[in-house]
């Protein structure tokens, strides 16, 4: 039986560290005979075409940090940035809520990656975290659209 050749889309939203782990999955779907690109927010588009993968860009509006040194203490803003404990990192989190802009990018970004799935006939999208709810929500019109996460 012949293998079937998918079309994924990944959707990856969030600073490199978030995005870069897209490339990978897209370069081994190429390996193993299938169409993938990425759609991202603005900014971390030439780290991941640095790679060779097809890229667009979805969205105005680019993902970040927001100023959190308003509401945060300075070591508030360090343990959230960058501290490995979890139970540290959940202690500020669940204190101050989420420490980024997705409700900012997310909506222009997902609009966005509607349109390409739709102009590109692709068959799966592939998200992470910040975009597995939205992503969903873009499934429900379009039954032969598959979301994996």
């Not at 308003?70 to 101050?96: D, T």
């Not at 102009?119 to 499934?139: F, G, K, P």
């Amino acid at each position: 039986m012949a293998e079937t050749k998918l079309k994924v889309l990944v959707f990856f939203v969030g600073t490199r560290g978030d995005v870069m782990p897209g490339v990978a999955i897209c370069k081994a779907l190429e390996d193993r005979g299938h169409q993938a690109a990425m759609a991202v927010c603005p900014g971390v588009e030439d780290s991941v075409r640095a790679y060779g993968v097809r890229c667009f860009v979805v969205g105005r509006v680019p993902f970040t940090w927001r100023n959190d040194k308003k509401v945060m203490s300075p070591e508030e803003v360090g343990i959230l940035r960058r501290s490995m404990n979890a139970k540290e990192f959940l202690s500020v989190a669940n204190k101050h809520g989420v420490s980024w802009n997705l409700e900012e990018c997310l909506p222009e970004a997902l609009a966005g990656c509607r349109d390409l799935v739709d102009q590109e006939d692709y068959d799966v999208i592939l998200c992470n975290i910040c975009t597995q709810v939205a992503s969903h929500r873009l499934m429900k019109n379009r039954p032969n659209l598959k979301v994996w996460i």
